[in-house]
């Protein structure tokens, strides 16, 4: 009863250094998406996915690069992390997609437990 | 990009009373959903609304979709301390040109004091 899972949950970064956040979902979704959640600002849209080998930019997408080689796997990467990414990270599935673009829909979106990203 | 605004931003409350949160915009929306995010965890779905004026209760707590589908509270009755957490609301909203968009708030922090 896996649901959306997220590794790592905890990584700490030096500026310029660059790294890979993975995000699995084991329902079957075909629409993933990455947030980033920090104090004060609430969830930003990162980046999404409509389908595999398909992604497309969110509200604040500079920084960051995605892939979605299986329908399963989301992940986000950061080429030359910079303090300003210091954030949580969230990963969302759904079965159709809510918002950015499409036919509205009133499906929940699934989240992972978050990866915490701390760079120095 | 529609904007939802949360308050109160934080509230803290003694185990027993009855709160209300509320989540405001000038824009309409096509559906509106209630979440919970306990700390070091993602948000979980509560409830989801699209009829204007529509009411939902799960257990002791009672959510309602605004008339004209641009506003929506949570009430809470007697509070409990599991009832801790950050309420999030998030609604569903056309932007033009045939694209709808998902517009989180920046929720509520809640704290429920046994």
């Known amino acids: 009863n896996a649901g959306v899972t997220q590794t790592p949950k905890f990584r700490v970064l030096k500026t310029g250094q660059s790294m890979t956040l993975l995000c699995a979902q084991d329902?079957?979704?075909?629409?993933m998406y990455w947030y980033r959640q920090d104090p004060g600002m609430g969830l930003r849209l990162i980046h999404y996915s409509v389908g595999e080998g398909t992604t497309a930019k969110g509200e604040v997408p500079d920084g960051y690069n995605v892939s979605r080689l299986k329908k399963q796997n989301f992940l986000l990467g950061l080429e030359s992390a910079a303090p300003s990414q210091t954030s949580v990270y969230f990963c969302?599935?759904?079965?159709?997609?809510?918002?950015?673009?499409?036919?509205?829909?009133?499906?929940?979106?699934?989240f992972g437990d978050g990866t915490r990203l701390s760079i120095l | 990009t529609q904007l939802l605004e949360q308050s109160p931003q934080f509230l803290s409350i003694q185990e027993g009373e009855n709160l209300t949160v509320y989540c405001n915009s000038s824009s309409v929306f096509s559906s509106l959903q209630w979440y919970r995010q306990e700390p070091g965890e993602g948000p979980v779905l509560l409830v989801t609304v699209v009829t204007g004026g529509e009411v939902k209760k799960l257990k002791r707590l009672t959510f309602q979709f605004g008339d004209a589908r641009k506003d929506s509270s949570l009430h809470i009755t007697a509070a409990q301390p599991g009832d801790t957490g950050l309420y999030l609301c998030a609604g569903t909203a056309y932007s033009g040109a045939g694209s709808y968009q998902l517009t989180f708030g920046k929720g509520t922090k809640l704290s429920v004091i046994p």
């Open positions: 329902m079957n979704h075909e629409y």
């Open positions: 969302a599935s759904s079965y159709s997609l809510t918002g950015q673009g499409a036919i509205w829909s009133n499906q929940p979106q699934h």
